[in-house]
């Protein structure tokens, strides 16, 4: 059962923007692997997040959660978009960000 962004996180600390983003999201189930050094959390919305804002998430959740753990977080966001996102659309609006997130992985 998802539950929302803060009621996973609540004492995690973010600036006013990335509050306002993630107080629609839904956090949909978080897993670590049995070593203890990889989270991932999945989350759910319907407001597109900029790729370098969710880099920063994860950056503020290993440092804010986990400072004295080496640990690698990483988030997993799924979105259910109105119909007027067609693949079209999405690629001329946030082509940038998909080169991004892109870049992070491999040039």
């Given amino acids: 059962m998802a539950k929302k962004f803060f009621d996973v996180f609540p004492v995690l600390k973010v600036n006013e923007e990335m509050g306002r983003l993630l107080a629609d999201m ?3 189930r978080v897993v670590s692997n049995k070593q203890r050094t990889r989270l991932r959390v999945y989350i759910s919305g319907s ?9 920063q998430l994860e950056d503020s959740i290993r440092q804010q959660l986990f400072p004295r753990q080496k640990l690698t977080v990483k988030i997993m966001e799924r979105y ?12 001329d609006i946030y082509d940038d960000r998909f080169r991004e997130e892109l870049t992070s992985y491999s040039i």
């Avoid at 407001?47 to 880099?55: D, E, G, V």
């Avoid at 259910?80 to 690629?91: A, F, G």
């Fill in 26 to 28: 839904e956090v949909e």
């Fill in 80 to 91: 259910q978009l109105s119909s007027q996102y067609t693949p079209e659309t999405l690629l």
């Fill in 47 to 55: 407001r597109l997040i900029h790729k370098k804002n969710i880099f």
